[in-house]
């Protein structure tokens, strides 16, 4: 089992790395990432193992092709409006009414677009196979409610893999995170196409 999850701990990291240089290259500032955390949780507990009250800005894309999962790219809020204002400059009454423009909201989504393609790209490439995202959505709420989102899909006996990455932009202090939740059959899948790999270069 541990040689399991170091594969699938590798592949969710070259994942993430791919992801949070698509970042990097749209802010023009380095990202500290950490190495992703995994975890075999069953669907129903997946909530207790976050902040629940964590208010956030969300892009999710289920994954229509290739393998069964769900990609989340998260931002807390004041990290949301650090990452808008950085961008294309929010202006002072924006800041201060504490509200979203319509702008700033688009703005998120296609950075949110952009990161998670890059992920699905890196994910496509290792496991030679077409993984292909829905259209992105838009979330706003509590971590608990888009997790729960997440694994809404799945029976709440199921055991899923929940991968969670951490990224910090350590000037202006940005924090997010991605997720990505898999079912038993797509971490079996993964791992099996790994070994194929493993053994290819052997």
């Given amino acids: 089992m541990k040689d399991e999850m170091?594969?699938?701990?590798?592949?969710?990291?070259?994942?993430a790395g791919h992801g949070s240089i698509?970042?990097?290259?749209m802010m023009g500032r380095k990202l500290d990432l950490d190495l992703p955390s995994l975890e075999m949780v069953p669907a129903a507990s997946v909530t207790n193992k976050i902040q629940a009250?964590?208010?956030?800005?969300s892009v999710a894309c289920n994954i229509l092709s290739g393998i069964k999962g769900e990609i989340i790219f998260v931002l807390d809020e004041?990290?949301?409006?650090?990452?808008?204002?950085?961008?294309?400059?929010?202006r002072p009454e924006d800041k201060k009414s504490g509200l979203f423009t319509e702008m700033g909201l688009s703005l998120i989504k296609e950075v949110g677009n952009i990161i998670i393609s890059s992920y699905v790209g890196a994910l496509s490439m290792i496991l030679?196979?077409?993984v292909?995202?829905?259209?992105?959505?838009?979330?706003?709420?509590?971590?608990?409610?888009?997790?729960?989102?997440?694994v809404s899909p799945f029976s709440s006996s199921s055991m899923i893999l929940l991968v969670e990455a951490v990224?910090?932009?350590?000037?202006?202090?940005?924090?997010?995170?991605?997720?990505?939740?898999?079912?038993?059959?797509?971490?079996q899948t993964i791992q099996d196409s790994c070994k194929k790999i493993l053994?290819?270069?052997q």
Avoid at 22 to 25: I, K, R, T, Y
Avoid at 167 to 187: D, S, W
């Fill in 6 to 15: 170091d594969i699938l701990r590798e592949v969710s990291s070259i994942a």
């Fill in 22 to 25: 698509a970042l990097s290259e």
């Fill in 53 to 57: 009250d964590l208010i956030v800005l």
């Fill in 78 to 90: 004041k990290s949301a409006f650090k990452l808008i204002d950085l961008c294309y400059r929010a």
């Fill in 128 to 130: 030679k196979t077409v």
């Fill in 132 to 150: 292909i995202p829905s259209t992105p959505t838009l979330v706003s709420g509590s971590l608990q409610q888009v997790l729960s989102m997440a």
């Fill in 167 to 187: 990224f910090i932009e350590p000037q202006e202090k940005i924090t997010g995170k991605f997720y990505l939740v898999l079912n038993a059959e797509t971490i």
């Fill in 199 to 201: 053994e290819g270069l």
